[in-house]
C-alpha cells in the first residue's frame, strides 16, 4: 500500500514543505507517491523535482489551464480521481494555507474525519497534533481505510535531494469541479511583499513587537541583512497598521521553528509565543526585565534595542 | 437573502489553558468561555451586509450543549436577527459539526455561510471547508477582505504567499480572518432585550444527520516546557554564546 502526497509549490518551484511530508510519510509507508497539480507550464519541472526527493517512489503529475488558480474544489477533484485508482491507505499534504483547505475539503467528500497539523506520528492510527497554540497535545486516533493527514512541515525534517529520480506517471485532468455561473476566478493574485526568506523557512526569523516603533525597524532591517533573516511581528504591530498580516507570528498567523529567533521588542504574549517556541534557540531583547518572553528565551538582554541592535550588527 | 453564522463558543485566548493534575481534561477552574474571536468577525460583517441592505436577515446556529446558548444570545445583542441552538450531548468532530451545520443551511435557506477560519484553541481549520464541500457551494477561504454587489462575491484571501482575490456567486461559503471586521460593542440595553428572547432549539437526532465519528481524541498531553535561559550583560557576550554554544550565526 502507498501514501499520496499533494506537492506544494509556488511559480514553477516546490516548497520547501514537501520534503518534510515524505518524511512524514516514510513513518508509516515506503512506497511514497506524490501528485503534482499545476498549469501547463510547469508541470514537468515539479514533476522532476518531486522526483528526486530521496524516499519518492512515483510521481504522479497533471497539468490543466485552470490548476494554475489552485482552488480547493479542482485540487480536491484531481485528488478524489487518483485515490480511486487505487492502492492508498493516507493522503497527506503540509498544513499550510493551502492544505488547511484543500485536506478537510477532500475529507467531507470522501465522508471522512481528517487529523490537522500533525507534528508526531505514533502508530498508524495514532497522531499528535498541538491545540491552544501548542499550549496542550492532543493524540488522535483515526480509523478508516484511506487516512487523510496535514502535517506541521517544521515538526519533520526534510528528506534530501538525490539524483536518482523516481518514475514520472502523468495523468490526464478531470474536468474543472465548478462549472458557471458558479465558478471561482481568482483575478488577481501577489506573492510576497518582501525579498527577504520567506517566514516559515527562514534560518534565522527575528520578531518585531510594538516595542521597535517606526524609529527602531531600520535597525531591525539591518540586522535583518546581516543576518540574512525573514522578519516577523507580533499582533499588535499588525493591529496598528505598521506591517501587513502576512508578517504576524503567532496561533493566529504564522508558527516557525527557525534555528534562531530573535524577539525584539516583544513581550511574549501567549499567542506571539505559541507561534515560535519550536524555535530551536530563542534570544530576547527588551527593555523590561519582567516580560514574559524571557520565561523561554534562551539568551536575553535586559535594555534599549537601539542601542543593543547597532552593537549587535557591528559585532556580525 | 438570509446569511448563516455558525458560532462556537471557546475559551478566551487570553487564557493559558492547563491540565488538570490526571491529565483527564483541561483545568476550566478561572477560565472565562467567550465567542470565537473569528466567528465574532464574520458576524460583523454579516450584520453590516444587512445593515447596507444587501442581505435581509442573519442567522446564528451554535452546536453543542447548553451553554452554547449564552453565547447565541450575545449574537443577538450584537443585533443578529434570529438565533438556533443545536443541542447534543455527543461529542462531535468537525464533520459531525459540518453535517448539523449544512442541515441548517438547507433548512434555513440560506445563501452565504460567513464562518471562522478556525476555533480558537482547537485550532483546526476544517469545519469552513467540509461545510462548503457538503453544501457544494464555492468556497472562498480566508478572507480578510469581502463585498457583496447583488449577487457577486469578491475576496481578498491570504495565502501562503500573499493574497489572492477571488470572485464568485452565491451561494457562497466564506471563511474569515480575524482582520475582516472588528466587532462591536455589545451595549447593555440590547444585552438586556437579548436575555428576554427566547432562543428556539433542535435536538441534533431531529436534523436527521449521521453522527459517527472515524476520529476520537485518546489523550491531552502537556508539551514540553522550555526552560528560562540566562540574561546576558550585552551584545558581545550574546554573539559570543550564539557562536560557540548555538552555531547560529
Not at chain 2, 442581505?55 to 450575545?74: H, K, N, W
Not at chain 2, 444585552?191 to 449521521?210: C, F, H, N, T, W
Amino acid at each position: 500500500m502507498a501514501i499520496l502526497i499533494l506537492a506544494e509549490h509556488e511559480n514553477g518551484r516546490l516548497e520547501a514543505a514537501t520534503p518534510s511530508v515524505v518524511s512524514a510519510a516514510r513513518l508509516l509507508e515506503s512506497d511514497v507517491h506524490v501528485l503534482v497539480m499545476t498549469s501547463e507550464a510547469h508541470g514537468e519541472i515539479l514533476a522532476q523535482q518531486a522526483a528526486t526527493i530521496e524516499g519518492v517512489t512515483d510521481v504522479k503529475v497533471v497539468t490543466a489551464p485552470y490548476l494554475e488558480a489552485q482552488l480547493t474544489e479542482d485540487l480536491a477533484a484531481q485528488t478524489q480521481a487518483v485515490i480511486a485508482r487505487g492502492g492508498y491507505r493516507y493522503v497527506m499534504m503540509s498544513s499550510s494555507y493551502k492544505g488547511k483547505r484543500v485536506m478537510p475539503y477532500l475529507g467531507a467528500q470522501r465522508n471522512t474525519d481528517i487529523v490537522a497539523d500533525i507534528t508526531k506520528i505514533e502508530s498508524e492510527e495514532m497522531f499528535v497534533r498541538p491545540v491552544y497554540a501548542g499550549s496542550l497535545l492532543v493524540a488522535e486516533r483515526l480509523k478508516g481505510e484511506i487516512k487523510l493527514l496535514t502535517v506541521r512541515a517544521n515538526a519533520f525534517p526534510p528528506a534530501k535531494i538525490q539524483t536518482q529520480a523516481a518514475p514520472i506517471e502523468v495523468l490526464a485532468p478531470t474536468p474543472p469541479a465548478l462549472t458557471p455561473p458558479h465558478e471561482i476566478r481568482c483575478v488577481e493574485r501577489s506573492g510576497p511583499s518582501s525579498s527577504r526568506p520567506e517566514l516559515s523557512r527562514a534560518r534565522i526569523v527575528i520578531g518585531c513587537g510594538l516595542g521597535v516603533g517606526e524609529n527602531g525597524m531600520p535597525f531591525v532591517r539591518k540586522l535583518a541583512d546581516k543576518l540574512d533573516a525573514a522578519i516577523g511581528v507580533s499582533r499588535a504591530v499588525v493591529e496598528e497598521g505598521m506591517a501587513s498580516s502576512e508578517f504576524l507570528l503567532g496561533q493566529t498567523g504564522k508558527i516557525i521553528a527557525p534555528e534562531l529567533y530573535i524577539a525584539i521588542g516583544i513581550s511574549g504574549a501567549v499567542q506571539h509565543l505559541a507561534g515560535i517556541k519550536d524555535s530551536k534557540v530563542i534570544v530576547a531583547v527588551n527593555s523590561d526585565p519582567q516580560a514574559p518572553i524571557f520565561q523561554i528565551a534562551d539568551y536575553g538582554i535586559v535594555g534599549d534595542m537601539r542601542e543593543v541592535i547597532p552593537a549587535l550588527i557591528g559585532l556580525l | 437573502m438570509k446569511i448563516l453564522v455558525p458560532i462556537k463558543r471557546v475559551i478566551d485566548p487570553s487564557f493559558k489553558v492547563r491540565l488538570k493534575p490526571d491529565h483527564s481534561g483541561l483545568d476550566m477552574t478561572y477560565m472565562k468561555m467567550v465567542m470565537n474571536p473569528y466567528d465574532e468577525a464574520a458576524l460583523e460583517t454579516a450584520l453590516q451586509f444587512r445593515e447596507q441592505g444587501k442581505a435581509t436577515q442573519v442567522l446564528t446556529v451554535s452546536c453543542g450543549t447548553e451553554e452554547s446558548v449564552e453565547t447565541l444570545r450575545t449574537t443577538l445583542a450584537m443585533g443578529a436577527d434570529e438565533a438556533l441552538f443545536v443541542e447534543t450531548r455527543q461529542a462531535m468532530t468537525p464533520l459531525v459539526v459540518a453535517r448539523l451545520l449544512k442541515a441548517v443551511a438547507v433548512r434555513e435557506e440560506c445563501a452565504l455561510v460567513l464562518i471562522g477560519r478556525q476555533g480558537m484553541g482547537s485550532d483546526g481549520n476544517q469545519v469552513g471547508p467540509m461545510l462548503a464541500s457538503l453544501l457544494g457551494w464555492p468556497f472562498v477561504p480566508f478572507a480578510e477582505t469581502l463585498t457583496l454587489e447583488g449577487e457577486k462575491v469578491r475576496a481578498r484571501c491570504k495565502t501562503d504567499h500573499g493574497f489572492e482575490t477571488l470572485e464568485t456567486t452565491l451561494p457562497t461559503l466564506v471563511s474569515t480572518e480575524l482582520r475582516l471586521a472588528v466587532p462591536r460593542y455589545v451595549s447593555m440595553p440590547n444585552l438586556m432585550k437579548a436575555k428576554k428572547r427566547k432562543i428556539p432549539s433542535v435536538a441534533a437526532e431531529a436534523l436527521g444527520v449521521d453522527m459517527d465519528m472515524n476520529v476520537a481524541i485518546v489523550q491531552l498531553r502537556a508539551p514540553p516546557e522550555r526552560r528560562r535561559g540566562m540574561v546576558l550583560p550585552d551584545a558581545a557576550t550574546l554573539v559570543q554564546r550564539l557562536r560557540t554554544d548555538t552555531q547560529t550565526v
